[in-house]
């Protein structure tokens, strides 16, 4: 079966730094995407890891442990703007496709 | 500049009737996708197209119908037989099946009056 597990909501301030960890059981795995939507919005691509390790692109970097089935987002620098709701999506083995989590909302505040 | 485009932004349907979602890509992609958001929760699959001309079912299909005429359209029609449509409606993109990730359209949001 597939499950996905993250964080429902995280809260920290202006200039911090978050990390959004996501677990996850898939049939099969190719990689691990993350998605950030903001309230009424469509979802905008925010990374892909195939391989372990950690990416890097600007304020966000995200992580991933293939053995552990495990992958994180973090978030340095932490701006107003960056408060919006964060999905985690494993591509799976079956058709292919990513499969979505339930999101994280994170909320930054002043 | 390339990307996707639905329409309407805002639907409103009668309960018995069908409504279909516009979904129109110019990104020359090969693989299109419906999901459907409810309130505070992820993206679930509908339907799904690898190439014109054929598409697959996702994990909440039942109630909804698409075609894949041409390379660049997936509209989505919401049946009468899908008792809950009330949601909002986002229509994806990707260069093939998988890849690395998916370019969204701003949704449709379809509310049952």
Known sequence: ?110 | DGGITQSPKYLFRKEGQNVTLSCEQNLNHDAMYWYRQDPGQGLRLIYYSQIVNDFQKGDIAEGYSVSREKKESFPLTVTSAQKNPTAFYLCASSIRTGGTGYTFGSGTRLTVV
Request: contains cysteine; hydrophobic residues 30%; charged residues 15%.
């Open chain 1, 1 to 110: 079966g597939q499950s996905l597990e993250q964080p429902s909501e995280v809260t920290a301030v202006e200039g911090a730094i978050v990390q959004i960890n996501c677990t996850y059981q898939t049939s099969g795995f190719y990689g691990l995407s993350w998605y950030q939507q903001h309230d009424g919005g469509a979802p905008t691509f925010l990374s892909y890891n195939a391989l372990d390790g950690l990416e890097e692109t600007g304020r966000f970097s995200s992580f991933l442990s293939r053995s552990d089935s495990y992958g994180y987002l973090l978030l340095q620098e932490l701006q107003m703007k960056d408060s919006a709701s964060y999905f985690c999506a494993p591509r799976d083995n079956y058709g292919q496709n990513f499969v979505f989590g339930p999101g994280t909302r994170l909320s930054v505040l002043p």
